[in-house]
């Protein structure tokens, strides 16, 4: 998975709980994205990051949810309160953003579980 | 509305057999990126093509994007049980500043 490193792999959770999911972008790429995955389904779209900016978050949920990129360390994504329909994947991809490409690599994912 | 069209969404097949995946949109991308993704683990970028009317080749898989740059299709020849998994497809448009991904073809290879 070209070097993009989440953690933990694994995360369970009460509900009501907070959920911290971390992701290291690939060296050298600026951007991160994070997707939800739930069984059986595709990626679906949260948040587009660059350091220190939130610059698309239309997939992320109103309520509850967050995303941050902080100049220096991993990029974050924040959820309050768990509910058992968080539970899914999560991933976390990141890519260069120059050129047209926009060829985004992607970590081994962080599977919350919301008890 | 879904700007990228996969189909079929749900594909299987024997060993041995080719199968085409089809990837459609009304929109114009500057890229388009194909990923394979495997049970517990994040999804694989395969290629990237640029240019309306590119073929591509990966060992059996033969990639091409439309003339338009509308439009690709992932060509598999024998397919193998190693071929199984989500196939993703991604549109990258310049103004967007990101890739949109297809909801996937998920495809089952039996030996």
């Known amino acids: 998975n070209a070097g993009v490193m989440q953690n933990p792999r694994h995360l369970v959770r009460r509900r009501g709980q907070e959920a911290r999911l971390r992701c290291s972008p690939m060296k050298g790429h600026s951007h991160v994205y994070w997707y939800r995955q739930l069984p059986e389904e595709g990626l679906k779209f949260m948040v587009y990051?660059?350091?220190?900016?939130?610059?698309?978050e239309s997939g992320m949920p109103k309520e509850r949810f967050s995303a941050e990129f902080p100049k220096e360390g991993p990029s974050i994504l924040r959820i309050q309160q768990v509910v058992r329909g968080d539970s899914a994947a999560y991933f976390c991809?990141?890519?260069?953003?120059?050129?047209?490409?926009?060829?985004?690599?992607f970590g081994p994912g962080t599977r919350l579980t919301v008890t | 509305t879904q700007l990228l069209e996969q189909s079929p969404q749900f594909l299987s097949i024997q060993e041995g057999e080719n199968l085409t995946v089809y990837c459609n949109s009304s929109s114009v991308f500057s890229s388009l990126q194909w990923y394979r993704q495997e049970p517990g683990e994040g999804p694989v970028l395969l290629v990237t093509v640029v240019t309306g009317g590119e073929v591509k080749k990966l060992k059996r898989l033969t990639f091409q994007f439309g003339d338009a740059r509308k439009d690709s299709s992932l060509h598999i020849t024998a397919a193998q049980p190693g071929d199984t998994g989500l196939y993703l497809c991604?549109?990258?448009?310049?103004?967007?500043?990101?890739?949109?991904f297809g909801d996937g073809t998920t495809l089952t290879v039996k030996p």
């Open positions: 991604a549109g990258a448009q310049r103004w967007a500043g990101k890739s949109t």
């Open positions: 991809a990141s890519s260069a953003g120059t050129g047209d490409s926009y060829e985004q690599y």
């Open positions: 990051l660059q350091k220190e900016n939130i610059i698309d």
